[in-house]
């Protein structure tokens, strides 16, 4: 069974930075596409962040250039590095494994002040 637990949420003001962790077992990160997404409320969960099997990493126009996904296949976690982070960003983020989806963890909520 696989299970995805994020971490590393808070609250931040506006142009800092968080870095949020997905722990997972039951895949191999290293094996499998993997993603961030996030939830904004009253919104839709989006993808925001994808890093393929093969380590090529796309990212949503919104967050191009201040979020980069990375992963330690040895700790077999993925990360999403959030620079200069803007009031639009607050939203719980989630990981996944956007080819199959699995069941969602509990996220992590980012909120980010003026």
């Known amino acids: 069974q696989v299970q995805l637990v994020e971490s590393g949420g808070g609250l931040v003001q506006a142009g800092g930075s968080l870095t949020l962790s997905c722990v997972v077992s039951g895949i191999t990160v290293g094996r499998n596409d993997m993603a961030w997404y996030r939830q904004a409320p009253e919104k839709q969960r989006d993808l925001v962040a994808r890093?393929?099997?093969?380590?090529?990493?796309t990212y949503a126009g919104a967050v191009k250039g201040r979020f980069t996904i990375t992963r330690d296949n040895a700790k077999n976690t993925v990360y999403l590095q959030m620079n200069n982070l803007k009031l639009e960003d607050t939203a719980v983020y989630y990981c996944n494994t956007p080819s199959s989806l699995r069941s969602w963890g509990q996220g992590t909520q980012v909120t980010v002040s003026s």
């Open positions: 890093i393929l099997g093969i380590g090529i990493t």
